[in-house]
Every structure is written in C-alpha cells, then in structure tokens.
C-alpha cells in the first residue's frame, strides 16, 4: 500500500492501482547483490617465505671463493701476500694506490679454512633466525652494510701496513641488527632466544685477549654498531600489523649493489697486473706467481734453480730442503734448508702465514726422525699432528709410520 497525506496533515490511505500492485510471488524475490571481484594478488599479499636463502648463498659464495685462493695462491699457501693480491683490505693500498675496490673485496676473502669455518658457524647461527624474521631482503642489506662498517674503521685504526680480510665485520653487523630485532614484540619467545646467541658472540669477539694475534677487532666494531644503528632504523619503520620492516626495495638494493662491486672487482682487478699489491711482488725478490711450483714435489735441478734465482724466499728453501729429503735422501742439507725456510726475517718478509710454518715445520721433524733424533722429531712434529691430518696427507701417514703422531 502506498501512503499520501492529506490537506489537514492527517495521513489518509488509498489503494494503489492495480498497475502498481506487486504480484505477491514477486514480492520476495530480490536482486542478488553483486560484489567486486577480488584484487590479483600483490607482492604484499604473496605467502612470506621463511625459508634463509640469502644466508645459505652467501654461505656458499664464500666458500667458493676461498676454493678459488687456495687454487691461484702460490704452491697452495694462502698467505698474507697472497690475500693482498686477491684483494685484501690494506691501508697503504687503498689511500695511496687507491684501491677502494678492497672495501667490497676483504670481507668476501678468508685467511685459512678455520677462519673461513669459524665464521660460517656463527653466521649461520645468527642468519638462520634473523632472515625468516626480517626478510632476505633487509638481512642482504644489513650484511652488506656491516661489512662496509667493518672495512672503514678497520682502514682508519689498523696500522697501513697490515692486510685484514673476512667475514667478521658484516657477522657482527647481523649480530648487532639480531639483537636489536629481537627485542620487538613481533619476535616472540624465538626473538629473545635469538638475542641471548647474539650476545654469547658478540661480547667474546669484542675482547682482545679472546682471540688470537690475528684478530681485526676493529672490524667487530665497526661492523657491530652498523648493526645496531640498522636494527634501531629497522624497528622504527616497522609499521604495527606488517610482517616485515619496510622499504625491504632499498635493502634489496643495497645488498644487490654491493655483491656486484665485489664480484666485478675480483674479475677485473684481482690478482691482474694493475694491482698494487702484484706490481709490488715484481720487485720483491720473491718467486711470482708465474713460477712458483703447484706442490711441495719438484725435481732437485728445479728447486737448486729457484733457489738460486730467489735466494731470500724462504719457499726456495723449503722446495729444496724437500728435495734433499724426498729425492737426495741429503737428510743434513734436508735439515739446513728447513731451518732456512724458517728464518722469521725472511718469513716476514714473503708475508707467510701459519700455515707455511707449520708445514715446514713438519717437515723438519720428520727429517730429525730420519736422522735419530726422536726426540727433537716428537717435540717438533707431535703437536702438529692435527693439523697434518687434515692438510697434508701423505706427510701425515709418514709421521705415523716414523712414531712422531700416535
């Protein structure tokens, strides 16, 4: 019925026509309401991938490239000169030869297999739980930006002279932004675990006497406040309700820019000629690249020639003292060139590391085994014995055979 009202204000009714009448079997059905169809999905809405690829590529990168130095270094020994020429951060290099290519280089090159293990395990540790919470895209940043913070204070506080690489810088910046993330309520319970096992390598790698000789403690440094400076920014930004910090592009970006420098400066300036680091080994009297031999096994007239051309390489002496002993079976010459290939002087000055002196080191007891010394041999060799196992081989089962390792 439709409703009128009359002159007076009072409401008068009339039937409506019949034109107008709705057919009662009409007069419930309704028209469907018709929703917009729903929006594609966005990158926003994907599912977050938890999964830390970011951490387990790097992971691999380094590895890989620690491979590549021990392929190219000189006899296989990577050495303080070696690591220079791939690209280690050095003081004189970069602000005097400017070599600013060495800030992108250095923390992607390690020192031996145990500083290139001792790093993965922490950074594993620490990326394994920071990537699923921030995302591999800020945590690529963060990387990068931490080791960036290592390598400038390191290139200011360490003397010129001293060549530093590793991972440890870009480690403590992950550390640094773990701790920092951990506190936020989006973290939970993982997110104070997370914060115990940044502190537990943090505070040991910030103490001097906690390391050896060969620590670049102002790299933690640097690298450790980048890292929380970045946390503190990550959590400012993160908007209530978001699963991630935001801008994750410019992480992303950061993290992409830096890995290209680094990979387009070890195929274009690594170890070429136009290096600092190799143009100085041209006039070092030492033995280059070009000649040094892949093995410790040369024949006698090659190593009495290397050592004749290179008389203040120590790496002469030890090609012929093997040679002695190997092919001459000269156990007294055998023993003098050892000796020689210890000389700290010389040492030094070729920028051998331990593992060099370690190896002639072994050497050097087993020639005092072969000569009756037993005890000299034992004194010498016994404490080396692990690390003969596991890079030396055949040395180490003749150290076996001849009593030095149990």
């Given at each position: 019925m439709a409703g009128s009202f009359?002159?007076?204000?009072?409401?008068?009714?009339?039937?409506?026509?019949?034109?107008?009448?709705?057919?009662?079997?009409?007069?419930?059905?309704?028209?469907?309401?018709?929703?917009?169809?729903?929006?594609?999905?966005?990158?926003?809405?994907?599912?977050?991938?938890?999964?830390?690829?970011?951490?387990?590529?790097?992971?691999?990168?380094?590895?890989?490239?620690?491979?590549?130095?021990?392929?190219?270094?000189?006899?296989?020994?990577?050495?303080?000169?070696?690591?220079?020429?791939?690209?280690?951060?050095?003081?004189?290099?970069?602000?005097?030869?400017?070599?600013?290519?060495?800030?992108?280089?250095?923390?992607?090159?390690?020192?031996?297999?145990?500083?290139?293990?001792?790093?993965?395990?922490?950074?594993?540790?620490?990326?394994?739980?920071?990537?699923?919470?921030?995302?591999?895209?800020?945590?690529?940043?963060?990387?990068?930006?931490?080791?960036?913070?290592?390598?400038?204070?390191?290139?200011?506080?360490?003397?010129?002279?001293?060549?530093?690489?590793?991972?440890?810088?870009?480690?403590?910046?992950?550390?640094?932004?773990?701790?920092?993330?951990?506190?936020?309520?989006?973290?939970?319970?993982?997110?104070?675990?997370?914060?115990?096992?940044?502190?537990?390598?943090?505070?040991?790698?910030?103490?001097?006497?906690?390391?050896?000789?060969?620590?670049?403690?102002?790299?933690?440094?640097?690298?450790?406040?980048?890292?929380?400076?970045?946390?503190?920014?990550?959590?400012?930004?993160?908007?209530?309700?978001?699963?991630?910090?935001?801008?994750?592009?410019?992480?992303?970006?950061?993290?992409?820019?830096?890995?290209?420098?680094?990979?387009?400066?070890?195929?274009?300036?690594?170890?070429?000629?136009?290096?600092?680091?190799?143009?100085?080994?041209?006039?070092?009297?030492?033995?280059?690249?070009?000649?040094?031999?892949?093995?410790?096994?040369?024949?006698?007239?090659?190593?009495?020639?290397?050592?004749?051309?290179?008389?203040h390489d120590p790496r002469a002496?030890?090609?012929?003292?093997?040679?002695?002993?190997?092919?001459?079976?000269?156990?007294?010459?055998?023993?003098?060139?050892?000796?020689?290939?210890?000389?700290?002087?010389?040492?030094?000055?070729a920028h051998l590391g331990d593992?060099?002196?370690?190896?002639?080191?072994?050497?050097?007891?087993?020639?005092?085994?072969?000569?009756?010394?037993?005890?000299?041999?034992?004194?010498?060799?016994?404490?080396?014995?692990?690390?003969?196992?596991?890079?030396?081989?055949?040395?180490?089962?003749?150290?076996?055979?001849?009593?030095?390792?149990?």
């Amino acid at each position: 019925m439709a409703g009128s009202f009359g002159k007076r204000g009072q409401q008068q009714w009339k039937p409506a026509p019949a034109s107008a009448r709705v057919p009662a079997a009409a007069s419930y059905d309704y028209e469907p309401v018709r929703t917009a169809p729903r929006p594609a999905a966005t990158a926003d809405s994907l599912p977050t991938i938890r999964f830390p690829f970011v951490s387990i590529f790097l992971l691999g990168l380094m590895a890989g490239i620690y491979a590549l130095e021990v392929r190219y270094s000189p006899g296989g020994f990577v050495t303080a000169r070696s690591v220079a020429a791939f690209g280690a951060l050095e003081g004189d290099l970069v602000l005097r030869a400017f070599e600013w290519w060495r800030l992108f280089t250095a923390p992607l090159l390690h020192g031996s297999w145990g500083h290139l293990i001792g790093n993965a395990v922490v950074f594993s540790v620490v990326g394994f739980s920071l990537e699923p919470l921030i995302g591999p895209r800020w945590f690529s940043g963060l990387f990068a930006l931490g080791a960036l913070g290592g390598t400038l204070t390191s290139l200011f506080v360490n003397p010129a002279e001293i060549p530093s690489v590793g991972a440890s810088g870009a480690i403590m910046g992950v550390l640094g932004a773990a701790f920092i993330c951990g506190a936020s309520a989006r973290s939970g319970p993982k997110g104070r675990k997370m914060q115990s096992r940044a502190l537990f390598f943090i505070l040991p790698a910030l103490i001097p006497f906690s390391g050896d000789g060969h620590t670049d403690f102002s790299a933690h440094l640097g690298g450790l406040l980048t890292g929380i400076a970045m946390g503190a920014v990550l959590l400012a930004g993160w908007t209530r309700g978001e699963d991630r910090p935001a801008f994750g592009e410019a992480g992303a970006g950061i993290g992409g820019i830096f890995l290209a420098i680094a990979l387009a400066s070890f195929l274009f300036f690594a170890g070429k000629p136009g290096n600092a680091a190799v143009a100085a080994d041209a006039v070092s009297g030492l033995i280059p690249d070009t000649e040094m031999p892949e093995g410790l096994t040369v024949s006698s007239e090659r190593a009495r020639a290397l050592l004749d051309k290179y008389p203040h390489d120590p790496r002469a002496h030890l090609f012929r003292g093997f040679a002695f002993l190997n092919d001459d079976h000269d156990l007294a010459d055998a023993e003098s060139q050892f000796r020689e290939a210890l000389d700290e002087k010389d040492v030094a000055a070729a920028h051998l590391g331990d593992t060099y002196i370690k190896t002639v080191t072994v050497l050097l007891a087993i020639t005092f085994s072969y000569e009756g010394k037993p005890d000299l041999a034992q004194s010498y060799g016994t404490p080396l014995c692990g690390f003969a196992e596991e890079n030396l081989g055949n040395i180490h089962d003749t150290m076996r055979e001849r009593g030095i390792c149990p």
